[in-house]
Structures are given as structure tokens and as C-alpha cells.
């Protein structure tokens, strides 16, 4: 019987470990139902983004995105989504929002 070989410098040979880290920036929040206003066909909700410091007037949009279900939000030199706003329904798309002082008002047509 021969010998298995050995795997050369088996002796030297570097464990690296790889650690995760948690990422605790909340880039999703979830809208209760009980923050919408429901009327014809359409939903109005109030959030408030003015902690959200790259979320000025000027530069940035609304979309939709999860069949309609999270709202996100858009600056127009980024290609990822500011925050997202899940919401408990889907939404067919976004008929109008406004924001003025950090305070952004969307309305919904619901599907």
C-alpha cells in the first residue's frame, strides 16, 4: 500500500475568515393600511422624508416597484433607490405626489 500524498505546504496554509455585517440602514419601511386615505379608486398617504438628507425637491421621483407594492424613492444621478415604502396593496400606479418641507404626499390609483 502506498502512501496518500500530502498536500504541499498543508502546514502553511492561511484560514481566512469572512464576516458579515449586519446592515442596519432600513432602506425599507412598511406603511401601516391605517396611514392611507381610501376614496374612488385611489389612495393618499403622507410620509415624512425630511431625515432623508439626499431627498431634496429638485432632484428627485417616485416609482413603483414589487407589482406596485413598494414605493420607491428616486434620485435621478443614483441607480438605486433612495428608501422604499412598502405598502399593504398593490398599486395600479402613481397618479400625483407632491413634497414640500420633507413632507411628501402621494396618491395611489389602486388596482
Do not use: C, Y
Amino acid at each position: 500500500m502506498t502512501p496518500k500524498p500530502s498536500r504541499p505546504n498543508e502546514s502553511d496554509e492561511e484560514e481566512i475568515q469572512v464576516v458579515a455585517q449586519e446592515n442596519d440602514d432600513n432602506r425599507l419601511m412598511e406603511i401601516p393600511e391605517s396611514d392611507f386615505v381610501h376614496e374612488d379608486g385611489l389612495a393618499n398617504v403622507t410620509i415624512d422624508i425630511s431625515a432623508i438628507p439626499e431627498a431634496d425637491d429638485g432632484s428627485i421621483d417616485l416609482g413603483l416597484a414589487d407589482g406596485g407594492r413598494i414605493i420607491e424613492l428616486l434620485r435621478h444621478n443614483l441607480l438605486n433607490p433612495l428608501r422604499g415604502f412598502s405598502i399593504p396593496f398593490a398599486a395600479d400606479r402613481i397618479e400625483d405626489w407632491n413634497l414640500n418641507n420633507g413632507i411628501l404626499d402621494v396618491t395611489l390609483r389602486m388596482e
